[in-house]
């Protein structure tokens, strides 16, 4: 099977294609940015960081001369990537400068070696137009010879894959004007299985107004290794998860692709955001002054659409409970029974979180998803399961079972928001889900299980090389569904954090705040970002917890908690004891008052020639400080 892959710079295509390979038990890396002293640093950070996520087993060669190469055999090749190569012999033959010096002789060459290669060959290139290009003629020669380079190669692989933002298309025989051949037809089917681990998907139906006939476009069998490119369609309305007598959901026709399908998620106001902004200027003390305060509240403004934004006034909390079954094997301090005993205090009011709820002004609601034990009806509505299968050798939950539990959090959401909510907090309980989350985190991340290990409730040196054990064994099974959020769920997450994800994605296609908790939850907006895109502009860190595996989540989620505080309980409670910094935040905004109307004489002069009306200020000019992209920052 030879594979070209094609993508933009940071797409992800590199990764896909490592993950292509990763079958195989030996793997020959050929790299061909090889002169790592003469680039500039930041670039040779990028190429020092793709060796060393490299497997152990692999072999790596430094070399341009990719005939020479490709000749001696190998189990599996990867080539990253075609433009260093063309830079490399435009390099070696002074071409940059000289339009006399013809590269067809060896795109040839590589070409007949690709084509007669033994093994399977993945080679990377970045795809002409997607890609930043000097507008001079040693660029112009580049994206020529780039090109034709990507076309002479595709014409001899078997399948072409165009990776966009992490996500996959096989464009192999694709030609919109319907006469293209789907040449992967004719492959090597025993070594393309070696390479597949999942079925293959059928194209969404799309409202013809839309579409060039799907099946001319898009190739039906969208599969790589453990990868399933979702063909685009029009967002669906949330399936129906309905109840039995008994509480439990009724699976009907849910389907995982149809449970995390979510709308396009609108970002918070942009105008009120500059407004808000804008108005923090006018208020009685020097800008900035009040620090992420300020920032935190830009923020709540672009999220309730208003310049000046004002205290939260129905905040709800929703704690997630289930069991894991990894929890078996001694990775908690605490046997699994204590989630229902837990769950119990909850109801009764006893727990920290129903305390620091009362303190903040917040409601708490439990949502039994995957409890190891019956429970009352009133909170076993959505329940999908007793306890989930353990991560290191078994899905944690069925497809059908992790999108009923993704269904779930959906219509939690979209219950609390109709009740009136106007901001979300994710909790969670249950034994073993920091286990999980490490899990998620450590495979999303691309961070080793010695990394994302934590100490979860307390656990003691024994227990610790044992999580350690557990998390490197539920990451092996879990990077075959990297690049695909619901079943990465099904995988390794359980039903309680599978309906998190579900729930933090709705809640921003809701256009409502959340306050993220700890690294359970994170490890769920992971996810929920992905499924959702844009969804963490909604989302703010309540704090940084004492999971190690948490500050890496949310460094890719590129949020700064509101506090560190040591805190690694869950259920919400560091995103709660977050909470009345949040509203004191918006509460200066709302009720400060200006330098106009305090008759305070700010740096420029007299309070009087001020104007306290700040709804559509013009700030151009202005030195915000600290107010510069402050809806970021304060994520």
């Known amino acids: 099977m030879r594979t070209l892959v094609l993508g933009g710079i940071r797409s992800g295509k590199s990764e896909i294609a490592e993950q292509l390979v990763s079958q195989h038990d030996s793997v020959r890396y050929v790299a061909t940015a090889v002169q790592t002293a003469g680039l500039d640093p930041q670039f040779r950070e990028r190429v020092t960081r793709h060796r060393d996520r490299r497997p152990a087993g692999w072999t790596t060669v430094e070399s341009i001369d990719l005939p020479e190469v490709l000749a001696t055999p190998a189990p599996a090749t990867l080539v990253d990537d075609l433009g260093n190569w063309v830079s490399g012999q435009l390099d070696a033959a002074g071409g940059w400068d000289d339009e006399s010096v013809d590269l067809q002789e060896k795109i040839s060459a590589l070409t007949e070696a690709v084509a007669s290669a033994d093994g399977d060959v993945v080679l990377v290139s970045p795809e002409v137009g997607l890609t930043v290009v000097a507008p001079t003629a040693a660029g112009r020669r580049f994206q020529d010879d780039l090109g034709s380079v990507n076309r002479a190669v595709a014409a001899v692989c078997d399948r072409v894959l165009f990776v966009v933002a992490g996500k996959v298309l096989d464009i192999t025989g694709t030609d919109i004007t319907g006469t293209g051949t789907d040449t992967g037809t004719d492959t090597d089917t025993s070594t393309d299985e070696k390479l597949r681990a999942a079925d293959p998907v059928t ?6 107004e839309h579409t060039v006939a799907a099946e001319e476009i898009v190739a039906e069998d969208i599969v790589t290794a453990g990868l399933t490119a979702p063909v685009p369609a029009a967002a669906t309305a949330i399936p129906d998860v309905e109840t039995s007598a008994a509480g439990d959901p009724v699976r009907g026709d849910l389907t995982l692709e149809s449970a995390a ?6 970002p918070p106001s942009y105008e009120r955001i500059e407004a808000a902004k804008a108005r923090e200027l006018t208020l009685t003390k020097p800008a900035g002054s009040l620090g992420r305060l300020e920032d935190i509240a830009v923020w ?7 310049a ?5 006034v129905d905040p709800v909390v929703v704690v997630f ?12 301090a605490y046997p699994p029974e204590v989630t229902v005993q837990m769950a119990a205090n909850i109801i009764s009011g006893g727990a920290a979180v129903n305390v620091l709820a009362a303190r903040a002004g917040a409601r708490v609601r439990l949502e039994d998803l995957a409890i190891d034990a019956d429970t009352d009806p009133s909170i076993s509505r959505f329940k999908v399961r007793r306890s989930s299968g353990d991560l290191r050798n078994t899905d944690s939950l069925t497809e059908q079972e992790a999108a009923a539990a993704i269904a779930a959090g959906r219509a939690i959401a979209d219950e609390q928001v109709d009740r009136g909510a106007d901001l979300l907090i994710a909790g969670d309980l249950g034994i ?3 286990t999980a989350a490490a899990v998620i985190i450590g495979t999303l991340t691309s961070t080793e299980p010695v990394v994302v290990v934590g100490r979860g409730t307390g656990i003691d040196d024994a227990g610790w090389m044992r999580k350690t054990a557990a998390i490197r064994d539920g990451m092996w099974r879990a990077k075959y569904h990297r690049f695909d959020p619901p079943r990465l769920l099904a995988t390794v997450a359980g039903a309680d ?27 769920a907006a992971l996810v929920a970002d992905r499924m959702a895109p844009g969804a963490r502009s909604w989302w703010i860190a309540g704090h940084e917890s004492h999971e190690p595996a948490h500050p890496i989540a949310l460094s890719w989620l590129d949020l700064t908690p509101v506090l560190r505080l040591d805190m690694r309980l869950g259920e919400g409670t560091g995103a709660l004891t977050a909470l009345p910094v949040v509203q004191s935040a918006l509460a200066t905004l709302e009720s400060m008052a200006t330098f106009a109307d305090a008759g305070v004489s700010t740096a ?25 992209d402050a809806a970021a920052a304060a994520r």
Do not use: K
Not at 261 to 266: A, E, H, I, W
Not at 308 to 312: E, L, N, V
Not at 498 to 522: K, W
């Open 300 to 306: 709540a403004a672009g999220c309730q659409d208003r």
């Open 321 to 332: 409970a289930g069991d894991h079954g990894v929890a078996a094997n001694g990775v908690s």
């Open 261 to 266: 399908d979510f709308p396009d998620v609108t």
């Open 604 to 628: 420029d002069g007299p309070g009087e020639i001020g104007d306290s009306d700040t709804e559509g200020t013009d700030t151009e000019g202005t030195d915000t400080g600290a107010h510069s």
């Open 308 to 312: 000046s934004a004002h205290p939260f």
């Open 203 to 208: 194209p969404a139906a799309t409202d013809d």
């Open 432 to 434: 073993g889900n920091t």
């Open 497 to 523: 954090i599978a309906a998190m994800a579900g729930f933090l994605a709705q809640a921003a296609v809701r256009r409502t705040p959340v306050i993220l908790d700890g690294v359970v939850v994170t490890a």
